[in-house]
């Protein structure tokens, strides 16, 4: 079946512009993620939706940064007036949230580079 | 605040030779991944473990998990070129919202004929 996905693969903007990158999770997932990855950080949770529950931003670097998922399905990741810190691969994963497993499948991220 | 420490975090191995990789985490936790990721691909589910003393075994690879050492194994027999990639263990953040994961830095294995 269709896994996660996520648009634009890549994605080359100046600084100080704002850019939107979505996910398409797997069909039935209740659970969203999103993560970055960089060279200097590792994996790092950002934000996380369940269902109709408020999300958990915990993760967010700065107010900068904002996501929704409408009809709790598919998400966007908005990140304000990009700073070339915010370069990254931003991955989503989503997961059927069972109280056991949780195992997130994740989708082929998105390349940003801020010029 | 949930730390997961992964080593070696560089591995060069040999091919036919059998190598180990540590996942140490600090805080308490009952789910343990193994993902793997190859050069410019996303995270691919390798293990999911989610009790102490769980043992999964998929090919040449095997995880185990010993919840009240806060450890996790890989353990790589008989390695060969085809599973040079990096591999990154994560933990289910109980202290968060229950829903992230933590991860560690990644291993990368290379492994050589």
């Known amino acids: 079946g269709a896994g996660v996905s996520q648009s634009p693969s890549n994605k080359v903007t100046e600084k100080g512009k704002d850019v939107e990158l979505r996910c398409d999770p797997i069909s039935g997932h209740t659970a969203l993620y999103w993560y970055r990855q960089s060279l200097g950080q590792g994996l790092e949770f950002l934000i996380y939706f369940q269902g109709n529950s408020a999300p958990d931003k915990s993760g967010l670097p700065s107010d900068r940064f904002s996501a929704e998922r409408t009809g709790g399905s598919v998400s966007t990741l908005t990140i304000q007036r990009t700073q070339q810190e915010d370069s990254a691969v931003y991955l989503c994963?989503?997961?059927?949230?069972?109280?056991?497993?949780?195992?997130?499948?994740f989708g082929p991220g998105t390349r940003l580079t801020v010029t | 605040e949930l730390k997961v420490e992964q080593n070696p975090l560089f591995l060069s191995m040999q091919e036919g030779k059998n190598y180990t990789i540590y996942c140490n985490y600090s805080?308490?936790?009952?789910?343990l991944y193994w993902y793997r990721q190859d050069p410019g691909k996303s995270l691919e589910s390798l293990f999911v473990l989610l009790s102490n003393g769980a043992v999964k075994q998929e090919g040449r690879l095997m995880a185990s998990l010993d919840t009240k050492a806060r450890l996790s194994t890989l353990h790589i027999t008989a390695a060969v070129h085809d599973l040079s990639a990096t591999y990154f263990c994560a933990v289910g953040d109980y202290g968060g919202s229950q829903g992230n994961l933590i991860f560690g830095k990644g291993t990368k294995l290379s492994v050589k004929p």
């Open positions: 994963a989503s997961s059927l949230q069972t109280l056991s497993r949780n195992e997130q499948y």
């Open positions: 805080t308490t936790s009952d789910r």
